[in-house]
């Protein structure tokens, strides 16, 4: 520990920075940004009110708190972990061990799905639009969607791990979404539970696991050890979750519905072929901002 003696009453939110920065040099990438976080969620700040308050006085037991989270992002830990939110969307999303945290590359995939439910008929006597999310894990993908959408939907998120459906049911109540979004615990299409949504889904999105499994060793830390190797490892070629939602989604989707894939950095073509033999078309990529193809669409115009 750190100053908890005498001198505890004058150490200041600004003395706090200096030192967390100085401790997190040589393990976080942005330890200013990573500090900053931590304080706001010891202190219940915004990052506003934290910058007007340099000079707040911290008691012991925030001191104690920080020191605790400094120790464990030391140790590699995702910050997003230590501190068990992750903003995505401009929405703040609970995240824990049981689930990957979402990255910015995927509101590309949400902000298509938008785009193409904005682009859909609204003829109103059709109802909701339906909406699945495979391998839902936080929730970012479907809740995000739900939330700012502005149209009337109804969304399924479907994942394997039932701790993952834990924390979206946490964040479907904390974004105050209720009955238009279901989860249903399922390997990919199996349970059946999802049977109510044969022939029936407009679209059908998902982040499935795609990394490489020779890849993951190779991971940052901060990845490989913390984040659940469940939701990252998609087979030798990271194309298996891929193939088998592929085969499975014109039983699912109705002609003329959507399937919407985040894919990795060079899986993009690979995923278009498989989608062109089950009938799928108008495929199009969208590409991340480091220039890679992040995301694939296409429309099923037939069932084979």
């Given at each position: 520990?750190?100053?908890?003696?005498?001198?505890?009453?004058?150490?200041?939110?600004?003395?706090?920075?200096?030192?967390?920065?100085?401790?997190?040099?040589?393990?976080?990438?942005?330890?200013?940004?990573?500090?900053?976080?931590?304080?706001?969620?010891?202190?219940?700040?915004?990052?506003?009110?934290?910058?007007?308050?340099?000079?707040?006085?911290?008691?012991?037991?925030?001191?104690?708190?920080?020191?605790?989270?400094?120790?464990?992002?030391?140790?590699?830990?995702?910050?997003?972990?230590?501190?068990?939110?992750?903003?995505?969307?401009?929405?703040?999303?609970?995240?824990?061990?049981?689930?990957?945290?979402?990255?910015?590359?995927?509101?590309?995939?949400?902000?298509?799905?938008?785009?193409?439910?904005?682009?859909?008929?609204?003829?109103?006597?059709?109802?909701?639009?339906?909406?699945m999310d495979m391998c839902l894990g936080s929730g970012?993908?479907?809740?995000?969607?739900?939330?700012?959408?502005?149209?009337?939907?109804?969304?399924?998120?479907?994942?394997?791990?039932?701790?993952?459906?834990?924390?979206?049911?946490?964040?479907?109540?904390?974004?105050?979404?209720?009955?238009?979004?279901?989860?249903?615990?399922?390997?990919?299409?199996?349970?059946?539970?999802?049977?109510?949504?044969?022939?029936?889904?407009?679209?059908?999105?998902?982040?499935?696991?795609?990394?490489?499994?020779?890849?993951?060793?190779?991971?940052?830390?901060?990845?490989?050890?913390?984040?659940?190797?469940?939701?990252?490892?998609?087979?030798?070629?990271?194309?298996?979750?891929?193939?088998?939602?592929?085969?499975?989604?014109?039983?699912?989707?109705?002609?003329?519905?959507?399937?919407?894939?985040?894919?990795?950095?060079?899986?993009?073509?690979?995923?278009?072929?498989?989608?062109?033999?089950?009938?799928?078309?108008?495929?199009?990529?969208?590409?991340?901002?480091?220039?890679?193809?992040?995301?694939?669409?296409?429309?099923?115009?037939?069932?084979?």
């Amino acid at each position: 520990g750190f100053m908890i003696d005498n001198n505890t009453i004058n150490y200041r939110l600004k003395d706090a920075i200096e030192y967390g920065m100085d401790k997190l040099k040589d393990s976080s990438p942005s330890p200013r940004l990573d500090v900053d976080l931590m304080l706001c969620k010891v202190m219940d700040f915004d990052r506003m009110k934290l910058m007007m308050s340099y000079d707040k006085p911290m008691h012991p037991e925030e001191i104690k708190e920080f020191e605790r989270m400094l120790e464990q992002r030391s140790m590699r830990k995702p910050i997003a972990y230590i501190i068990n939110e992750k903003e995505f969307m401009g929405l703040n999303f609970y995240v824990n061990e049981n689930v990957l945290i979402p990255r910015p590359d995927t509101e590309i995939i949400v902000e298509e799905v938008l785009d193409i439910i904005d682009r859909a008929p609204k003829e109103g006597e059709n109802g909701p639009i339906k909406v699945m999310d495979m391998c839902l894990g936080s929730g970012a993908i479907a809740l995000s969607i739900a939330k700012l959408s502005s149209v009337d939907l109804q969304i399924c998120g479907v994942d394997i791990s039932k701790e993952a459906i834990d924390v979206a049911r946490v964040n479907r109540r904390r974004l105050g979404l209720g009955a238009c979004v279901d989860f249903v615990e399922s390997d990919l299409f199996s349970s059946s539970d999802l049977e109510v949504y044969l022939d029936s889904l407009d679209i059908l999105v998902s982040n499935p696991p795609y990394i490489e499994d020779h890849v993951i060793e190779g991971l940052e830390p901060d990845v490989k050890d913390y984040e659940p190797i469940l939701a990252l490892a998609g087979g030798d070629d990271g194309m298996d979750f891929y193939k088998s939602i592929i085969k499975s989604s014109p039983k699912f989707l109705k002609i003329g519905g959507w399937l919407v894939f985040e894919s990795g950095h060079d899986q993009a073509e690979k995923i278009k072929n498989e989608m062109e033999k089950v009938g799928f078309d108008c495929l199009y990529f969208k590409k991340d901002l480091q220039g890679y193809n992040r995301m694939v669409a296409g429309r099923l115009i037939h069932k084979n």
